[in-house]
C-alpha cells in the first residue's frame, strides 16, 4: 500500500475554482491507477474520476465532466483534481485513492486499496 495525503479543499462560492492536490509516498509505480471519490453527508461514497499512472488515461463521472480535470505529476508523485464552475452539489469531503493495478472506465472504489484521510470542499450557493 502507499500513502496518500490530500489538501487544497476550502469554501468557495458557486462558480469558483478549487485544486486538490494527492501526495503519494511509499511504493508506487506506472502501474497504479489512481482515482478521486467523494462523500457528501447521508450519501454513499461516489466516483468522481480515475487517472492510470502510465499513460494517463482518464476517466470521469458523468456529473463532473467539462468542469473537473484529473492529472498527475509523476515526478512529484501527486494527482490533482482541477474544479472549475463549482456547484452546491459538489459539496463533500474528497478522497484520494490508489490501486497497484491498470484499469480504465471504471468507477468502482472497491478496487483501490489505499485511501487518504480526505479534504472538505464547501461550495456555498
Known amino acids: 500500500q502507499v500513502q496518500l495525503v490530500e489538501s487544497g ?9 478549487l485544486r486538490l ?5 511509499g511504493r508506487t509505480s506506472r502501474s497504479y491507477t489512481m482515482g478521486w471519490f467523494r462523500q457528501a453527508p447521508g ?3 461516489e466516483f468522481v474520476a480515475t487517472i492510470t499512472w502510465g499513460d494517463g488515461r482518464t476517466y470521469y463521472a458523468d456529473s463532473v465532466k467539462g468542469r473537473f480535470t484529473i492529472s498527475r505529476d509523476n515526478a512529484k508523485n501527486t494527482v ?35 485511501w487518504g484521510q480526505g479534504t472538505q470542499v464547501t461550495v456555498s450557493s
Open 9 to 17: 479543499g476550502g469554501l468557495v462560492q458557486a462558480g469558483g475554482s
Open 43 to 45: 450519501k454513499e461514497r
Open 80 to 114: 490533482y483534481l482541477q474544479m472549475n464552475n463549482l456547484k452546491p452539489e459538489d459539496t463533500a469531503v474528497y478522497y484520494c485513492a490508489a490501486s497497484p493495478y491498470t484499469f480504465y472506465n471504471t468507477d468502482s472504489p472497491t478496487r483501490y486499496n489505499s
Open 21 to 25: 492536490s494527492c501526495a503519494a509516498s
